[in-house]
């Protein structure tokens, strides 16, 4: 079994493969001043309760936007997988090229969840992602990474209103029963649910504009973890895939395999 860890700012998914099957996923906190043995705690007691034992993962793919934590999780995967993960970064093949300014800056979770996109649906198309940022990647026909847009994340903002305004309340991030509210929880929710969703319709509406001006077909893909919330709202959102990265992950794990072998 393959053990996919996607380590984000808020959360941190992890999913187990056998073969191109998703077995099992979880989402946790991401801490970074977790220990090497409380991950590694973790990860085993959740695969135990799923029914799984360590000695099934035969391999760990890692993908961080916390690169802090890289050291503590091949360490984790060392000691409790016996194992060396391979983490997506600089040098490790994607099979995707990159056209970039500075491809060095583009996280790694990004082009993760770009791999998948086009494996999975083709191209071009502009991939979703909601969570602590709100990202917008595009992909071109052939399966170049073009880049994107950067947007605060709805988790983010909502905690900012609450934090800075001091007579607004902490509300659910669910959807309100319409957007013309009539008390102040929906109007926040009104203003977080349904403005998101349109700052993300109107980005999308811009960017195929530049990346398919013929209208050919330009297909958009949610991922993260809001985005069973907000997808529905997007009139632009084709599709809703949160195990993206992982899925990803997997692909760019069985590429590196199939490099190697062809290598020796």
Same mark, same amino acid.
């Not at 998948?116 to 399966?143: H, N, Q, W």
């Not at 305004?165 to 957007?179: D, F, G, I, M, T």
């Given at each position: ?36 043995? @409380? *991950? $590694? ?8 309760? &799923?029914?799984? /034992? ?5 391999? !760990?793919?890692? &993908? /961080? ?7 503590? =999780? ?8 016996? #194992? ?10 994607? $099979?995707?090229? +990159? ?32 969570s602590t940022a709100i990202i917008l ?9 073009? $880049?994107? !847009? +950067? ?5 983010? /903002? ?6 800075? &305004? ?5 509300? %659910? #991030? !669910?959807?309100?029963?319409?957007? =013309? ?8 929710? /009104? ?18 504009? %530049? #990346?398919?001006?013929?209208?050919? $077909?330009?297909?958009? !893909?949610?991922?993260g973890e809001q985005a069973e919330l907000?997808?529905? @709202?997007?009139?632009? +959102?084709?599709?809703?895939?949160p195990s993206l990265t992982l899925t990803?992950?997997?692909?760019? *794990? @069985? ?10």
């Amino acid at each position: 079994m393959l053990l996919t860890i996607d380590v984000g700012n808020t959360f941190t998914v992890a999913g187990v493969f056998d073969g191109q099957n998703l077995l099992a996923e979880w989402t946790v906190t991401t801490d970074p001043n977790r220990t090497m043995d @409380e *991950y $590694g705690m973790l990860f085993t007691q959740l695969m135990a309760r &799923a029914g799984f /034992s360590s000695g099934q993962v035969t391999a !760990v793919a890692i &993908a /961080s936007s916390v690169p802090p934590l890289v050291p503590t =999780l091949e360490w984790m995967c060392q000691k409790y997988f016996n #194992l060396k993960p391979l983490v997506v970064g600089p040098g490790v093949r994607t $099979g995707m090229m +990159i056209r970039y300014d500075n491809p060095r800056e583009v996280g790694a979770d990004r082009i993760v969840g770009a791999v998948a996109a086009f494996e999975k649906y083709g191209g071009p198309l502009i991939v979703v992602d909601f969570s602590t940022a709100i990202i917008l990647d595009a992909i071109s026909a052939r399966g170049e990474y073009l $880049g994107g !847009v +950067i947007a605060p994340g709805i988790v983010v /903002s909502a905690d900012a209103l609450f934090q800075f &305004a001091a007579k607004l309340p902490r509300v %659910e #991030l !669910v959807r309100p029963p319409r957007a =013309l509210a009539r008390n102040t929880v929906h109007a926040m929710q /009104s203003g977080i649910i349904f403005g998101f969703a349109s700052l993300v319709d109107d980005l999308v509406e811009r960017m195929m504009a %530049e #990346l398919d001006p013929e209208g050919k $077909g330009c297909k958009v !893909v949610a991922t993260g973890e809001q985005a069973e919330l907000l997808a529905g @709202e997007c009139a632009t +959102i084709q599709y809703c895939d949160p195990s993206l990265t992982l899925t990803g992950l997997r692909i760019i *794990y @069985e590429r590196h395999q199939a490099h190697a072998r062809g290598g020796r």
